[in-house]
T-cell receptor, first 116, second 111 residues
Framework: GAVVSQHPSWVICKSGTSVKIECRSLDFQATTMFWYRQFPKQSLMLMATSNEGSKATYEQGVEKDKFLINHASLTLSTLTVTSAHPEDSSFYIC????????????FGPGTRLLVL | SQKIEQNSEALNIQEGKTATLTCNYTNYSPAYLQWYRQDPGRGPVFLLLIRENEKEKRKERLKVTFDTTLKQSLFHITASQPADSATYLCAPGDQGGKLIFGQGTELSVKP
């Protein structure tokens, strides 16, 4: 139980293009999903908190117009990196929290983004 | 600002021994604390959660303690195995569900 998937697992794109990453909770409903970014040898940094049916809450320093988050259903959240640049290259990981309010976050396998 | 610190150095131990990982936090009063395992190139995998009113939690070979006075959590793996080699992340959290991650401790268990 508590499986979270991400798609794609890796993506290479040209500078200036947009990339969409999907995060799905497969066997539970998630009212809250989180998006993190992780650079090599560093910890996970929270980018934004996404609640189903409402606007995402972004952490300080994260550009909401660059990282568009949509949480349209209880099992799906998407992160779109708009006008990607090489400095956006990173490992993006989502997590989902059970709608019953339990604290545990279950993480997806991550998406490796490389912007050329 | 809130700060989470884990063993800064990698931890190398012999198979069968107990690994003890440390997590200290400052400027923070978490409602609970979670421990995760992360393998290279993968997302974190949930291991244990301990709440602020709990002193100790166990799951198979894993044990977590939580001392809110010392602002510290200890994570123990008994009878360690090479398959336990990974990076272990400490993540205190608040009532809103937001986690703050430590930088992780890389554990290497040698046969």
């Amino acid at each position: 139980g508590a499986v979270v998937s991400q798609h794609p697992s890796w993506v290479i794109c040209k500078s200036g293009t947009s990339v969409k990453i999907e995060c799905r909770s497969l066997d539970f409903q998630a009212t809250t999903m989180f998006w993190y970014r992780q650079f090599p040898k560093q910890s996970l940094m929270l980018m934004a908190t996404s609640n189903e049916g409402s606007k995402a809450t972004y952490e300080q320093g994260v550009e909401k117009d660059k990282f568009l988050i949509n949480h349209a259903s209880l099992t799906l959240s998407t992160l779109t990196v708009t006008s990607a640049h090489p400095e956006d290259s990173s490992f993006y990981i989502c997590s989902a929290r059970d709608f019953r309010g339990r604290e545990t976050q279950y993480f997806g396998p991550g998406t490796r983004l490389l912007v050329l | 600002s809130q700060k989470i610190e884990q063993n800064s150095e990698a931890l190398n131990i012999q198979e069968g021994k107990t690994a003890t990982l440390t997590c200290n936090y400052t400027n923070y009063s978490p409602a609970y604390l979670q421990w995760y395992r992360q393998d290279p190139g993968r997302g974190p995998v949930f291991l244990l959660l301990i709440r602020e009113n709990e002193k100790e939690k166990r799951k198979e070979r894993l044990k977590v303690t939580f001392d809110t006075t010392l602002k510290q959590s200890l994570f123990h793996i008994t009878a360690s195995q090479p398959a336990d080699s990974a990076t272990y992340l400490c993540a205190p959290g608040d009532q809103g569900g937001k986690l703050i991650f430590g930088q992780g401790t890389e554990l290497s268990v040698k046969p």
